[in-house]
């Protein structure tokens, strides 16, 4: 697991205030939303906002691609990364 990796996998458990977790019960390919994680528009309201602040990236909600960036955390941290790169 990288370093970016962990690092969504923990915040994805504070923001969301996930106790009972830790980052390895978070499967890097494993759904976020539905079947996987659970977690709802709510919660991805919450973790966008916080994404924002700690990695001081734009999410634009009306994106048609917006959806398949929360996917999973490999994906999240694979959007995080191109725009690591893009600055």
């Known amino acids: 697991m990288s370093d970016l990796e962990s690092e969504i996998k923990t915040l994805i458990i504070d923001t969301l205030g996930l106790e009972d977790m830790t980052p390895s019960d978070i499967g890097n390919d494993a759904p976020l939303f539905g079947e996987g994680l659970g977690l709802d528009s709510v919660d991805a309201l919450e973790l966008g906002l916080a994404l924002q602040k700690r990695y001081d990236i734009n999410l634009e909600p009306e994106a048609k691609n917006m959806r398949q960036h929360f996917a999973t955390v490999d994906s999240l941290?694979?959007?995080?990364?191109?725009?690591?790169?893009?600055q």
């Open 77 to 86: 941290a694979a959007f995080i990364a191109s725009h690591r790169s893009a």
